[in-house]
Nanobody
Framework: VQLQAFGGGLVQAGGSLRLSCAAS????????MSWFRQAPGKEREFVAD????????SYADSVKGRFTISADRAKNTVFLQMNSLKPEDTAVYYC????????????WGQGTLVTVSS
């Protein structure tokens, strides 16, 4: 299984970025696809996830109303649209896949760095 995250970069506060996560190696119909992030010196934290089969989503309170997770099942890709970015959103962002009945992700992708300047 491979999860490849890309789309990070440097953006000014108030700007937008879209992250992509290309998934391959198995079918993900019974999985939730997630984004996590880890800021310098902090623990990794949950950002958002989406149930692959039917599209239900959940978000961390800190990103609700600003970030949107979506999936293109034909392309096996999950997106994270990030709007109204704040300096505190600066982190390495990771995509992950978790079987719906498991608590922790089964698969992780490499991270992509998002830097928001003030």
């Amino acid at each position: 299984v491979q999860l490849q995250a890309f789309g990070g970069g440097l953006v000014q506060a108030g700007g937008s970025l879209r992250l992509s996560c290309a998934a391959s190696g198995r079918t993900f119909s019974s999985y939730r696809m997630s984004w996590f992030r880890q800021a310098p010196g902090k623990e990794r934290e949950f950002v958002a996830d989406i149930r692959w089969s039917e599209g239900s989503t959940s978000y961390a309170d800190s990103v609700k109303g600003r970030f949107t997770i979506s999936a293109d099942r034909a392309k096996n890709t999950v997106f994270l649209q990030m709007n109204s970015l704040k300096p505190e959103d600066t982190a390495v962002y990771y995509c992950a896949a978790k079987w719906v009945f498991r608590k922790e992700p089964d698969y992780w992708g490499q991270g992509t760095l998002v830097t928001v300047s003030s």
